[in-house]
């Protein structure tokens, strides 16, 4: 005999955790040297906050705290604290949001070298670091499986920097170009003939 899956009136919704996502994403962006103290270990969404006058050509949603504020990226993470750490404020081989970024401000003259994939010269990365942390705030919400709900989180904001998960007529064509441009701005040596 079997039963129906009964929920635990204790575990939330899939819709009860983007709303609760939401409710966290849109609060109070903070600046990156407070956020890197605060975040947690654990798993979870999280969202990246520009004023306007930042990519001016990328609309963005306000955030509802300051609407000073648009969202410019919405990731996920298994631990929040190593993704903003380790990736997004170090190293542009394995964030999209960095390599984004200095595609969209190639006219600043960020220059980058092959590895055994593109990545930024150090002197850059360090650049484009002190850029973010200038320039960008961040907003979080812990989540046991942000994978579930990182989807629909875009899909309902539209983020301008994701490209994945994004509904074709909202994919910003200056955005898709820069990962182009950056993704061919080094190469692996090719062989003297």
């Given at each position: 005999?079997?039963?129906?899956?009964?929920?635990?009136?204790d575990?939330?919704?899939?819709?009860?955790?983007?709303?609760?996502?939401?409710?966290?994403?849109?609060?109070?962006?903070?600046?990156?040297?407070?956020a890197v103290k605060?975040?947690?270990?654990?798993?979870?969404?999280?969202?990246?906050?520009?004023?306007?006058?930042?990519?001016?050509d990328?609309?963005g949603?306000p955030?509802d705290?300051?609407?000073?504020?648009?969202m410019l990226?919405?990731?996920?993470?298994?631990?929040?604290?190593?993704?903003?750490?380790?990736?997004?404020?170090?190293r542009?081989?394995?964030?999209?949001?960095?390599?984004?970024?200095?595609?969209?401000?190639?006219?600043?003259?960020?220059?980058?070298?092959?590895?055994?994939?593109?990545?930024?010269?150090?002197?850059?990365e360090?650049?484009?670091?002190?850029?973010?942390?200038?320039?960008?705030?961040?907003?979080?919400?812990?989540?046991?499986?942000?994978?579930?709900?990182e989807?629909e989180?875009v899909?309902?904001?539209?983020?301008p920097?994701?490209?994945?998960?994004?509904?074709?007529?909202?994919?910003?064509?200056?955005?898709?170009?820069?990962?182009?441009?950056?993704?061919?701005?080094?190469?692996?040596?090719?062989?003297?003939?």
């Amino acid at each position: 005999m079997t039963f129906p899956e009964r929920r635990s009136a204790d575990v939330p919704t899939d819709e009860e955790r983007v709303d609760e996502a939401l409710r966290l994403l849109s609060g109070p962006p903070v600046a990156l040297d407070v956020a890197v103290k605060r975040l947690a270990r654990g798993s979870g969404v999280y969202a990246w906050w520009a004023p306007p006058s930042v990519l001016p050509d990328l609309p963005g949603p306000p955030n509802d705290s300051d609407p000073s504020r648009r969202m410019l990226y919405l990731g996920r993470a298994t631990s929040l604290r190593g993704r903003i750490l380790r990736n997004h404020l170090r190293r542009s081989g394995s964030s999209t949001l960095r390599r984004t970024l200095a595609g969209l401000l190639v006219s600043e003259g960020y220059r980058t070298t092959w590895t055994d994939r593109v990545v930024l010269i150090p002197e850059d990365e360090t650049r484009l670091t002190a850029w973010m942390h200038e320039h960008l705030r961040l907003t979080w919400a812990e989540d046991p499986e942000p994978a579930d709900i990182e989807a629909e989180l875009v899909r309902r904001l539209h983020p301008p920097l994701n490209v994945h998960g994004v509904d074709p007529e909202h994919i910003q064509a200056a955005v898709v170009a820069a990962k182009n441009s950056y993704n061919i701005s080094s190469g692996p040596a090719q062989p003297q003939l």
